[in-house]
């Protein structure tokens, strides 16, 4: 598998979007890795975590070519992660050439909000298809196996992460989730984890972390899955999805994650497995 993390950044984006604290400042005066637009993940040419308001800078900015997207997996509802309104562009008239379908999965929220665009679009049969999905429940998508997590984030609806699985090599992608329920421990502490992407958008800010992560409830979640062996040392440690509200720009993040052996995340960075 070839990931690409294509945006770094919690709902706001960072500078925000409209911010004019002094850690958004720095970001804007420093550039490069302090930049970060909003969460989503490329694996190959084939496969999309997420579709953010930010989808075509992404496109624009690494090259992408979304007429070869043939798997789209959405974690949940909030704007961030699904720029619902976007979808018109994968119309006649503003898309040709599309390697139809594109097979697109969420949960009920997302399924609903897209069968409406869908009807009132008037789009051709077979160029999408929608699939409901539960947590803990694979999903066969060709060569990869998607096995959505149960996440603790959106109470009006069942968020999830997804555990993405090919023959020999496994990666969870862990974003948007405060700490996990017993079950999504056990599950995750049966597998052989080689790259874990987990979000920490709280960074060292005194919060509870029911929604998202601190930096400590991803060191407590880490140890719990080196207890179980599901870690090791041979894992790649990443963390991402970062709020400005942190206060901490890329190498100060740096400072605190590489002692622990966690890789801080920046936008287009790529990770191979």
């Known amino acids: 598998m070839k990931v690409r993390i294509l945006g770094t950044a919690a709902a706001e984006g960072w500078p925000g979007l409209f911010c004019g604290c002094e850690t958004c400042k720095k970001a804007r005066a420093a550039g490069g890795k302090n930049l970060r637009s909003r969460?989503?993940?490329?694996?190959?040419?084939?496969?999309?975590?997420?579709?953010?308001?930010?989808?075509?800078?992404?496109?624009?900015?690494?090259?992408?070519?979304?007429?070869?997207?043939?798997?789209?997996?959405?974690?949940?509802?909030?704007?961030?992660?699904?720029?619902?309104?976007?979808?018109?562009?994968?119309?006649?008239?503003f898309a040709h050439n599309v390697e139809a379908p594109i097979r697109i999965y969420g949960n009920s929220a997302v399924i609903d909000a897209l069968k409406q665009i869908k009807e009132s679009s008037d789009a051709p049969e077979g160029l999408v298809e929608l699939t409901e999905i539960k947590p803990f429940e694979p999903v066969k998508a060709d060569y990869l196996t998607f096995t959505p997590?149960?996440?603790?984030?959106?109470?009006?609806?069942?968020?999830?992460?997804?555990?993405?699985?090919?023959?020999?090599?496994t990666m969870l992608y862990a974003s948007d989730t405060g700490r996990y329920s017993e079950a999504a421990i056990e599950l995750l502490s049966r597998q052989k984890i080689d790259i874990a992407v987990i979000e920490c958008t709280l960074g060292l800010l005194p919060w509870e972390p029911r929604t998202h992560m601190t930096f400590g409830a991803v060191l407590e979640l880490r140890d719990m899955l080196v207890k179980s062996g599901a870690v090791d040392s041979n894992?790649?440690?990443?963390?991402?999805?970062?709020?400005?509200?942190?206060?901490?720009?890329?190498?100060?993040?740096?400072?605190?994650?590489?002692?622990?052996?966690?890789?801080?995340?920046?936008?287009?960075?790529?990770?191979?497995?």
């Open 39 to 93: 969460a989503s993940l490329q694996i190959d040419d084939f496969y999309k975590i997420d579709f953010p308001p930010d989808t075509f800078y992404h496109v624009m900015k690494y090259g992408l070519d979304l007429s070869r997207l043939r798997y789209l997996f959405i974690t949940h509802s909030h704007e961030d992660h699904f720029a619902k309104d976007e979808f018109e562009y994968i119309l006649p008239g």
């Open 149 to 169: 997590i149960k996440a603790e984030h959106k109470y009006s609806e069942q968020a999830v992460n997804y555990l993405v699985q090919s023959e020999s090599k």
């Open 235 to 273: 894992t790649q440690l990443v963390i991402t999805h970062f709020s400005h509200n942190i206060g901490l720009l890329h190498e100060e993040l740096e400072q605190i994650a590489s002692p622990e052996d966690f890789t801080v995340a920046y936008d287009g960075i790529m990770l191979e497995v």
